[in-house]
């Protein structure tokens, strides 16, 4: 099945990545006003709006700074480099139960975008201003180092987090060192996503 590359699409039919696509029980259905709220309030900040890992993507100065995500028990908004984040009122959660930066926005009720609309836009205040200053996020010391798309795949993809973050050290190096070794950016993105299915598997990158 092929992902969805015009972010129109995720709010028309749903990301591409199962059966449900283009489909009433799709999770983006049951969402909807939720997440073309969120929609609203992101391009009204005057982000700009692309597809990554088949949602619907917001960067600025060439930086993500935020994607969206919908699930069966809710939707969410993930902050990009949520390190760079001071959360001043609270609302961040984690990911997933590994990871060490809480960078999450979960709804589980369509209305309450609107009401957390001024810490949504307050937070992605931040993050395009450190996207203009070009500001780093902290480096978290781990055992091997990972490349900058995966991690950015992993804060934006909750199911491929925790089947990462459950597999061996052994597998998960060989995944950070095969997409490391590609030059390219949109290479190293394109090698996350065709492994997405074997690390979902708990295999490694080399396992058949």
Known sequence: MAM????????????????????PDCSTR?????????????????????????????????????????FRGDFRLS????????????????????????????FTDVNHVGEMEPVIRAYLQQLIDHAEAGT??????????????????????SELAEAFHALTPGRQRSYMFNISQAKQSSTRVARVEKFRDKIIAGKGALER
Request: with cysteine; glycine share 10%; aromatic share 8%.
């Open 136 to 157: 780093k996020p902290p480096k978290v010391e781990t055992e091997i180092d990972m490349p900058e798309e995966l991690g950015e795949a992993l804060d934006a993809d």
């Open 30 to 70: 049951r969402w909807i006003d939720g997440l073309s709220n969120l929609r609203h309030i992101c391009r009204a900040m005057g982000l700009e709006e692309t597809v990554k890992w088949a949602h619907p993507t917001y960067m600025h100065a060439g930086r993500n700074i935020a994607i969206f995500g919908a």
């Open 4 to 23: 969805i590359t015009d972010p129109n699409d995720y709010f028309t039919k749903g990301c591409g990545r199962c059966e449900r696509f283009a489909k």
């Open 79 to 106: 902050f990009m480099n949520p390190g760079l984040l001071q959360d001043t009122e609270g609302v961040l959660e984690p990911q997933g139960p590994n990871s060490k930066t809480p960078g999450v926005i979960r």
